[in-house]
């Protein structure tokens, strides 16, 4: 991955098209998480300090066409309090409200353009509103790689029309993946949880001819279970997918990648939280059980491999998280992780929808090298598809 970083742009006194990702996760007007935002932080100063005039792009949710609880508006106070800085709005991101805006932007100012999905053509990549968006400035920095595997208009046309380069976040989220997945220390382990087999499977496809051990946890192990010939109980199972787990096996073999199951399963009869629970070594599943986390023995299981290992990179949760105790699995896993990590012994990167609130309900975020705030980015890069957005900054690169 080759790309031009913001750092190394000189960037006073030039209007800066900014793609940020505000699609924050917002309830009744109110953010409820600003993690994304917090994260821009880097960006914005650098912008601001050095005297850019910075005009930032985003889109927000899935509007069809102008849809007023889409607006980014109501987001003003929020940025501004993270940024530190005043932002202001455009009620469009092309047209007379963008230019004006640009006009007016002195050195160090930021403002916010509209939704770019008020405008279809955003997601057609369409030439002539790329164009339209290119003609308010003349650098394009994009620091939304959680929206790099769309090609976008914004995410990744502008990149063809203005000298283009990564933001502080996108260049962070880009090494750390390298550092886990391309360029790894090695060995390498892979924990993947989560619910399903079928849509995780490129990313299994992909992983076991890239790592050293992959750990399943979750419902998915139960399906490689199955394949095995393993009793799985009443435990989410996609028996269907038998055959698939068969092949992601055959192929590991074949790449020397190791494949580790759950040793032990915490397994309930009725789904509550604080729900009675029996532990069982994996070989003695009863039938009449269903299994929602991963036992003791597992978790001492992971600890043994993250002694070997250098690098860990980690998606999905190993049990139903969401209700007690079926996170201790998960928990006691990103403990050991961070424990690792802390002690120097190892590079850990997670990402991935439910992976960070699971590793932030362990208390452990902090504690890991890189947790990214991309979701499906993040898993289509673990799938080792190209990204359109992170593509388009590396051909810019190329060319200049
Ligand atoms: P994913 O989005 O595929 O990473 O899946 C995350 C979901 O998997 C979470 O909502 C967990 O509750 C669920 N999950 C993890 N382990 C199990 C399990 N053993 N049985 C059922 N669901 C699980």
Redesign the pocket.
């Known amino acids: 991955m080759d790309f031009q970083s913001l750092k190394n742009m000189d960037v006073t006194g030039k209007t800066v098209l900014l793609r940020a990702d505000l699609n924050v996760p917002a309830k009744d007007g109110v953010i409820t998480d600003t993690t994304r935002i917090d994260r821009l932080k880097p960006t914005i100063d650098f912008l601001t300090k050095n005297g850019a005039k910075t005009l930032v792009l985003s889109h927000f949710g899935r509007p069809k066409g102008v849809t007023p609880e889409f607006s980014l508006e109501f987001m003003l106070p929020t940025l501004e309090k993270s940024w530190g800085t005043k932002v202001g709005f455009a009620k469009d991101c092309i047209g007379a409200p963008a230019e004006q805006a640009a006009a007016a932007l002195q050195n160090g100012q930021v403002t916010l353009l509209e939704n770019v999905r008020f405008h279809p053509e955003e997601e057609k990549n369409d030439p002539a509103f790329t164009k339209q968006l290119a003609a308010l400035g003349e650098i394009y920095c994009n620091d939304a790689f959680s929206a790099a595997h769309r090609a976008h208009a914004s995410t990744e046309g502008l990149a063809h029309h203005l000298p283009a380069c990564a933001g502080m976040l996108m260049e962070a989220e880009l090494n750390a993946l390298n550092a886990a997945l391309e360029n790894p220390a090695r060995p390498v382990l892979a924990l993947v ?4 087999v079928s ?2 499977l490129s990313v299994l496809h992909n992983l076991v001819k890239k790592v050293d051990y992959l750990l399943l ?3 998915m192990a ?1 399906t490689f279970m199955y394949a095995l010939g393993m009793e799985v109980g009443k ?2 199972c996609e028996k269907d997918m038998a055959d698939e787990a068969k092949a992601i096996m055959a192929t590991a073999k074949a790449a020397n990648c190791e494949i580790i199951l759950p040793i032990d399963r915490v397994t309930i009869t009725e789904f509550r939280e604080n729900a009675p629970f029996e532990i069982y070594a994996a070989a003695d599943m009863p039938a009449e059980r269903e ?3 991963a036992g003791p023995a597992t978790v001492e299981k992971i600890r043994e491999v993250l002694a070997e290992c250098k690098t860990v990179l980690w ?8 209700v007690k105790p079926f996170d201790n699995g998960t928990n006691g896993a990103a403990q050991a992780v961070a424990e690792f990590t802390k002690a120097g012994k190892i590079v850990s990167v997670a990402g ?4 960070v609130s699971a590793l932030e309900q362990a208390g452990c975020i902090e504690d890991f090298t890189y947790v990214s705030s991309a979701g499906g980015a993040f898993l289509e890069w673990m799938e080792g598809k190209p990204l359109p957005g992170v593509e388009a900054l590396s051909s810019q690169k190329k060319a200049a």
């Open positions: 949880g989560g619910a399903k849509t995780k946890g979750g419902g139960n435990s989410l299994a929602v986390d998606n999905g949760p190993l049990g139903v998280f969401e991935g929808g439910d992976t």
